[in-house]
């Protein structure tokens, strides 16, 4: 019988609808420093790039400290109402479960946890980490391959579940499968591309 699959999952803007709130913040503090970005433009930036670096590009144009302006941006994001799940987000870890599936979570979200808990969400996972933990930011691989190591997970029958360029990249640096939420800002290619999260328990039917 074949080991059971595993799915290391991102958390903004694939298990977490976050876009509306990041692009929203973003606005508002490039907007406080000259730079009138739309809404559309930081969403762009953020899916290709991040956010941080969005906000760095900026300081270094306004001869800002880039650590100002990324605090006042999560003061900003801290004032919106929390973002909620993506559509299907929950059924499709239940579904996934039920096949025997294991879950995990790989995420540059600090707060990743308590975000967790208070959607309810924390008993589908074995174990969350973050770049607060100490890993390095995407695509370098360091929070894939240390859940890899301590879980003893088979390479071959994992997928990082992701939207960006940089998760699939993160996901091939590790040796381990791409699920992609598809999207009009994608280059890098995945070993899946999906239209909704309620697609992937489909791909392994």
Known sequence: MAE???FIWDL??????TYAVIAAAAEQVTARYGRNMGRAEILAWTKTTSVRNLLSHLARETGEDP???????????REFPKAPL??????TLTALREM??????FTHKGQARAVLEELGLTPFFEEVVSVVDGFPRKPAPGGLNYLL???RLDPRRTYYVGDRDIDAQ???????GSILL?????RERADFRVEQLEDIPGLFC
């Open 4 to 6: 059971a699959l595993t």
């Open 12 to 17: 903004d803007g694939t298990l977490l609808d």
């Open 67 to 77: 650590e100002v302006l990324w605090e006042e941006y999560r003061a900003l994001e």
């Open 86 to 91: 993506m559509e299907g987000a929950r059924e």
């Open 100 to 105: 025997g599936c294991r879950h995990f979570v």
């Open 149 to 151: 190591d301590k879980h």
């Open 170 to 176: 993160c996901a091939q640096n590790a040796g381990v």
């Open 182 to 186: 598809d999207g009009p800002y994608l």
